[in-house]
């Protein structure tokens, strides 16, 4: 069955980096792309960005551009999300989610399994 | 950027009765890529419809989605007592986005 397991919660000073990790399994990894997306306390749904595991190939939401950088390590079937610049207004919950795929093996951006989630909190 | 608005902001019914929920798209979304999830306290969101009107797999059939172009419709036939939850739903057709959310709670 397919499993995305993160990374535990994190506390972070106000401009520091934070990198969650993902772990993928029950799947060929290579085979879908890798989203994330994340949740603000009380608040709604806020897609970030997504990674081709196969490639390396990333495309991130205009809001995250210069401050998210995804990547992967494909020998242990784990996607990495890194935020920099940390502010107050990034604490969130923060999730990976497998991206959807099309009846002709086309890639999708609806999210068909989702991991855990990772708190991070951003506090001085 | 496709802004989302669902309605009502929060749904009161009893278990067993009917919930229409409503998604309406600032702009047409290409190709109905629409999708709806369900989202309980402290858990990830949960996958149930994709492309306005597909079931994903393991949802059972009383969970059903409709509409094109801007407008588009969850529906519960017959709410079961784990049906109250928060509903979200996710265009895909452009950059993706979110709508704010309808709460389906216990009257």
């Known amino acids: 069955q397919v499993q995305l397991v993160q990374s535990g919660a994190e506390v972070k000073k106000p401009g520091a980096s934070v990198k969650v990790s993902c772990k993928a399994s029950?799947?060929?990894?290579?085979?879908?792309?890798m989203h994330w997306v994340r949740q603000a306390p009380g608040q709604g749904l806020e897609w970030m960005g997504r990674?081709?595991?196969?490639?390396?190939?990333?495309n991130y939401a205009q809001k995250f551009q210069g401050r998210v950088t995804m990547t992967r390590d494909t020998s242990i079937s784990t996607a990495y999300m890194e935020l920099s610049r940390l502010r107050s207004d990034d604490t969130a919950v923060y999730y990976c989610?497998?991206?959807?795929?099309?009846?002709?093996?086309?890639?999708?951006?609806?999210?068909?399994?989702w991991g855990q989630g990772t708190l991070v909190t951003v506090s001085s | 950027e496709i802004v989302l608005t669902q309605s009502p902001g929060t749904l009161s019914l009893s278990p067993g009765e009917r919930a229409t929920l409503s998604c309406r798209a600032s702009?047409?979304?290409?190709?109905?890529?629409l999708a709806w999830y369900q989202q309980k306290p402290g858990q990830a969101p949960r996958l149930l419809i994709y492309?306005?009107?597909s079931r994903a797999t393991g949802i059972p059939d009383r969970f059903s989605g409709s509409g094109s172009g801007t407008d588009f419709t969850l529906t519960i036939s017959r709410l079961e007592p784990e049906d109250f939850a928060v509903y979200y739903c996710?265009?895909?057709?452009?950059?993706?986005?979110f709508g704010q959310g309808t709460k389906v709670e216990i009257k």
């Open positions: 989610a497998r991206g959807g795929r099309g009846a002709a093996g086309s890639q999708l951006y609806y999210f068909d399994y």
């Open positions: 029950g799947y060929t990894f290579t085979g879908y792309y």
């Open positions: 990674i081709n595991p196969n490639s390396g190939g990333t």
């Open positions: 702009q047409s979304v290409s190709s109905s890529y």
């Open positions: 492309g306005a009107s």
């Open positions: 996710q265009q895909y057709g452009s950059s993706p986005t």
